[in-house]
């Protein structure tokens, strides 16, 4: 089922809340997916979902690219949830700041990083079952 990323149903927004693990998947260099398990928070008022890591990952390299499009997929059992959209990698004090603080709600707080940047997906296209 799509779901209007502007207008979510609150089964979906409760889905986007509990402590469930996600993959992000990125495209490589050479058209090939890259998808790794990830923590990740999600902002209704602006419609993105964030993602922390380290400057020098895999999926920052991938993102970095320009414009690159991401999805981000959460399971629990029967239910799913998938969000795709245009993705940057930001490195911004204030938008690092905003990942941390939506991490800390959903998961735990993270371990301090010199090296932590803000992976952050403007969400256009959402589908699953919830």
């Known amino acids: ?10 089964s979906v927004l409760d ?3 509990e402590r469930h693990l996600a993959t992000l998947s990125t ?9 790794v398990p990830v923590g990740f928070s999600w902002d209704d008022r602006t419609k ?4 922390i890591t380290r400057a ?5 390299r991938n993102l ?3 414009t690159a499009r991401a999805a981000l997929s959460q399971v629990d059992g029967g239910r799913w949830l998938t969000l795709e959209g245009v993705a940057r990698v930001a ?14 709600s959903r998961y735990r707080p993270p371990a301090e990083r ?3 940047v803000a992976l952050e997906i403007r969400v256009d296209h959402v589908m699953g079952r919830c």
């Open 114 to 116: 010199d090296d932590r």
């Open 15 to 17: 889905f986007l809340t």
């Open 56 to 60: 020098h990952s895999t999926k920052v």
């Open 27 to 35: 495209l490589r260099a050479d058209g090939t997916l890259h998808v």
């Open 91 to 104: 490195n911004d004090a204030e938008t690092i700041a905003l990942a941390v603080q939506g991490y800390s």
């Open 1 to 10: 089922m799509r779901f209007d990323p502007n207008h979510l149903p609150q």
């Open 64 to 66: 970095s690219s320009g």
């Open 48 to 51: 993105t979902a964030r993602v």
